[in-house]
């Protein structure tokens, strides 16, 4: 049964992470190198605590469950069960993760990556038990959505996989269970199939970004919150999908390469929120404000789909 956790990398998941796992009465052990990064987790993991208390999802009565922060990454992963590495999309900075920690945890920790893409077989060959290695892909912001991807990699022993779902289940939450370990997984794949093509559209002059937001919103995103695509199918009828792939399925943007739109923003160093600017501007006020905005939304909206409101 895993009790003890470790996050190894405080980025933009790990506080809200570390959140909810205590919110299911885990010790959480919370690393990160940097000191900053520990204080801006700290003050991150407090806002996220604010968003469970709306959500309703309390502490235990019997006071179990806590987070530490801590820059000593031995002190970290002693006597975790589970590991959960969140450290950047970088493979060879992953590997020396993996690596390092090798010596410090039992034969028996699980240790599991939140990488968003990169295969669970690659990273498998940088630690010495690669049958104690597992995906454990969350949703951002992992605090609100409740569904994690479970990814076995080619050496990934099926025991590690049933722990990890079931001990994602005993958190309330949703463990979807791939197949077969496939670069970006399934969540990712799905949302850059959606953001090739809508960057294609905007960038051929078909629509301003405004109104696809609108339309992806509330005409896509709205229906499938309810209804999930292979029942959409259904809905729809076969035969209807049928006729209209068989047109439209020719002129679907299918680029190899990153579009020039992208590229060029890049270079103008408009990367989104996190510098000021990017489709959109940005203020230091009206990021103050999106945020907590988005996530209140986001809360009615799993209420909702929970059946509580």
Request: hydrophobic share 45%.
């Given at each position: 049964m895993i009790k003890r956790v470790a996050?190894?990398?405080?980025?933009?998941?790990?506080?809200?992470?570390?959140?909810?796992?205590?919110?299911?009465?885990?010790?959480?052990?919370?690393?990160?190198?940097?000191?900053?990064?520990?204080?801006?987790?700290?003050?991150?993991?407090?806002?996220?605590?604010?968003?469970?208390?709306?959500?309703?999802?309390?502490?235990?009565?019997?006071g179990a469950g806590s987070?530490?922060?801590?820059?000593?990454?031995?002190?970290?992963?002693?006597?975790?069960?589970?590991?959960?590495?969140?450290?950047?999309?970088?493979?060879?900075?992953?590997?020396?993760?993996?690596?390092?920690i090798d010596g410090m945890i039992s034969a028996d920790t699980i240790v599991a990556s939140d990488t968003s893409g990169i295969p669970i077989t690659r990273l498998q060959a940088n630690i010495s038990n690669p049958a104690r290695m597992v995906g454990m892909h969350?949703?951002?912001?992992p605090h609100i959505i409740p569904m994690i991807e479970v990814i076995r990699g080619q050496d990934t022993a099926t025991e590690t996989v049933e722990t990890i779902r079931d001990f994602i289940r005993s958190l309330g939450l949703l463990p979807v269970l791939l197949k077969k370990d496939v670069p970006g997984f399934v969540e990712n794949?799905?949302?850059?199939?959606?953001?090739?093509?809508?960057?294609?559209?905007?960038?051929?002059?078909?629509?301003?970004?405004?109104?696809?937001?609108?339309?992806?919103?509330?005409?896509?995103?709205?229906?499938l919150a309810v209804i999930g695509p292979m029942a959409l199918l259904d809905m729809a009828g076969m035969d209807i999908y049928h006729s209209v792939s068989s047109?439209?399925?020719?002129?679907?943007?299918?680029?190899?390469?990153?579009?020039?739109?992208?590229?060029?923003?890049?270079?103008?160093?408009?990367?989104?929120?996190?510098?000021?600017?990017?489709?959109?501007?940005?203020?230091?006020?009206?990021?103050?404000?999106l945020q907590p905005e988005r996530a209140r939304k986001l809360v009615a909206i799993r209420r909702i789909l929970e059946g509580r409101d």
């Amino acid at each position: 049964m895993i009790k003890r956790v470790a996050i190894i990398g405080l980025g933009t998941m790990g506080p809200g992470m570390a959140a909810r796992l205590a919110r299911g009465g885990i010790e959480v052990a919370a690393y990160d190198i940097a000191e900053a990064a520990l204080e801006r987790a700290r003050n991150m993991m407090a806002v996220s605590d604010g968003v469970l208390d709306n959500l309703g999802i309390s502490a235990p009565a019997d006071g179990a469950g806590s987070v530490r922060f801590t820059a000593d990454l031995e002190d970290a992963v002693k006597g975790a069960d589970l590991v959960i590495e969140n450290v950047p999309e970088d493979e060879e900075i992953k590997a020396g993760v993996y690596k390092q920690i090798d010596g410090m945890i039992s034969a028996d920790t699980i240790v599991a990556s939140d990488t968003s893409g990169i295969p669970i077989t690659r990273l498998q060959a940088n630690i010495s038990n690669p049958a104690r290695m597992v995906g454990m892909h969350w949703s951002n912001p992992p605090h609100i959505i409740p569904m994690i991807e479970v990814i076995r990699g080619q050496d990934t022993a099926t025991e590690t996989v049933e722990t990890i779902r079931d001990f994602i289940r005993s958190l309330g939450l949703l463990p979807v269970l791939l197949k077969k370990d496939v670069p970006g997984f399934v969540e990712n794949r799905v949302l850059y199939a959606l953001l090739r093509e809508v960057v294609d559209l905007v960038e051929r002059d078909v629509i301003e970004p405004e109104d696809i937001d609108t339309c992806v919103s509330w005409g896509i995103g709205y229906k499938l919150a309810v209804i999930g695509p292979m029942a959409l199918l259904d809905m729809a009828g076969m035969d209807i999908y049928h006729s209209v792939s068989s047109f439209l399925n020719q002129d679907l943007c299918d680029r190899k390469d990153v579009a020039p739109l992208v590229r060029e923003q890049i270079a103008a160093g408009k990367l989104g929120i996190k510098s000021g600017g990017g489709i959109y501007p940005y203020t230091p006020e009206s990021i103050a404000e999106l945020q907590p905005e988005r996530a209140r939304k986001l809360v009615a909206i799993r209420r909702i789909l929970e059946g509580r409101d």
